[in-house]
């Protein structure tokens, strides 16, 4: 079963940065990659995907802001959130194969006021 592990979180000001990693136990070179969240009492939600050819998409509330990016050789992938914002606040995971495929265990993002 394919592991993926996120790292990176933690607690940041209103207009600071993070940036999240999350290694995965297989290829990802040929895998579309993705990034979705979940506040308290909300969905699960897009931030971003990348495809093996490198496409991204984005949620509308985190375009300009934030920046998936993949390295195959280490089977990583990225996501460095900058200018961020107390909505932002939420469980951070990573997935792969789409949404109906491998999941990490979260990892929390909180923004302060």
């Known amino acids: 079963q394919v592991q993926l592990v996120e790292s990176g979180g933690g607690l940041v000001q209103s207009g600071g940065s993070l940036r999240l990693s999350c290694a995965v136990s297989?290829?990802?070179?040929?895998?579309?990659m993705g990034w979705y969240r979940q506040a308290p009492g909300k969905q699960r939600e897009l931030v971003a995907t990348?495809?093996?050819?490198?496409?991204?998409n984005y949620g509308d509330s985190v375009k300009g802001r934030f920046t998936i990016s993949r390295d195959n050789a280490k089977n990583t992938v990225y996501l460095q959130m900058n200018n961020l914002r107390p909505d932002d606040t939420a469980v951070y995971y990573c997935n792969a194969r789409g949404t109906a495929g491998d999941w990490g265990q979260g990892t929390q993002v909180t923004v302060s006021s």
């Open positions: 990348m495809t093996a050819g490198g496409i991204t």
């Open positions: 297989a290829s990802i070179r040929f895998v579309v």
